[in-house]
């Protein structure tokens, strides 16, 4: 049975990581998915629902790789490691981060809609911040390290990595930078 709500979340995804939330539109969804525009609203009343959604769907993702993350990785650097993979399926598809993608449009965005990327990217400092705390605790990472401000790098970096290396280096100058990063922080 078809679940035509989990295609449009996933190809509205696809659309926004490649476009923008304002470079596409219900006709793309319709087109991509196969459905008339108007049985899109039935699942997604505006456009602002969707980007809500799609949302809520990514957070549950990277919420759950989150967790696999620190039950797989023990010490600081691998989960660093670890999270700076799930940037390079981005790499490998050719897609930028949903959430630097809507990030980008900043104050264009729907009030809702930009609170909710403000809160994924504070709880990824927050939990990059506590992996670094750790590190430092088990002597993983540089005592001297200002945690709260390395947190912020650790995205600055991927982002950028993951902005510049889909279109110049692909994942082999993205896995290069994951490395020179991880090594900056031992």
Do not use: N
Request: with cysteine.
């Amino acid at each position: 049975m078809r679940d035509t709500r989990a295609e449009l979340l996933a190809e509205a995804e696809t659309l926004v990581r490649g476009r923008g939330y304002a470079g596409f539109s219900y006709a793309d969804l319709s087109e991509a998915v196969g459905i008339r525009k108007a049985s899109i609203h039935h699942h997604f009343r505006t456009k602002e629902d969707l980007g809500f959604a799609l949302m809520g769907a990514y957070e549950a993702r990277y919420d759950a790789a989150l967790g696999t993350i620190v039950a797989d990785h023990p010490d600081a650097i691998g989960r660093i490691e670890a999270y700076g993979r799930l940037y390079l399926g981005g790499v490998e598809q050719g897609l930028g981060c949903l959430c630097a993608a809507l990030a980008t449009e900043g104050d264009a965005l729907p009030p809702r809609l930009r609170e909710a990327v403000v809160g994924f990217f504070d709880r990824h400092i927050a939990w990059l911040e506590g992996v670094l705390r750790q590190g430092q605790a088990d002597g993983s990472v540089r005592a001297d390290l200002d945690t709260a401000a390395h947190a912020r790098v650790v995205i600055s970096t991927l982002e950028g990595a993951l902005l510049m290396e889909r279109l110049l280096g692909g994942p082999r100058a993205f896995s290069a930078t994951l490395r020179a990063l991880c090594a900056s922080l031992r």
